[in-house]
Structure formats: structure tokens, C-alpha cells
């Protein structure tokens, strides 16, 4: 599974949709996804653990990302991974 579809299935079951299998759009604002900021934390944890990374605490804050493909972009720059 590529980045993009494992962040998107991570975001999904932390704010408990049903529909963890759906792809979000690249553009998506994540502040409009992610209800708050316990979902939001519980999401990093996640990132951490199942690419294991570390995000640098710059990227704590939820204001750090305009949309979920900057989410992606920023895990596969930390992986190394080129797209």
C-alpha cells in the first residue's frame, strides 16, 4: 500500500468513518477532515508508528498543513521516498 492510501486509511479510522477503504483527495484541507485536536494527535502517533519516522515538533501543529497531500509529501520526504 503507497503512502498516500496508508495516511488516508490512518485519518479515516481516527475520526471513525466507516469508509476507511475511500481515498481522500490530494487538495483536502485536513482542517475540515480532522474534527480536533485529540484526533489530530492521535493521527501523528499513528503516522510515527506505522512509517516510523519522527515528526519534527514543527509539525505538531495542525496549522503546518494546507491539505492532505502535504501530509503525504511530508512522510515521504521524512521516508525518503521520492515521488
Do not use: N, W
Not at 502517533?45 to 514543527?58: A, M, N, S, W
Amino acid at each position: 500500500m503507497d503512502t498516500r492510501k496508508k495516511l488516508g486509511a490512518i485519518i479515516l479510522k481516527a475520526i471513525g468513518s466507516k469508509h476507511i477503504d475511500s481515498e481522500i483527495p490530494m487538495a483536502a484541507s485536513l482542517h475540515d477532515i480532522v474534527l480536533s485536536s485529540l484526533q489530530f494527535v492521535v493521527i501523528l502517533g499513528e503516522v510515527e508508528r506505522i512509517f516510523e519516522i519522527v515528526l519534527p515538533d514543527e509539525y505538531l501543529d495542525p496549522s503546518k498543513f494546507d491539505s492532505f497531500g502535504s501530509l503525504v509529501e511530508l512522510v515521504e520526504r521524512l521516508r525518503g521516498v521520492h515521488a
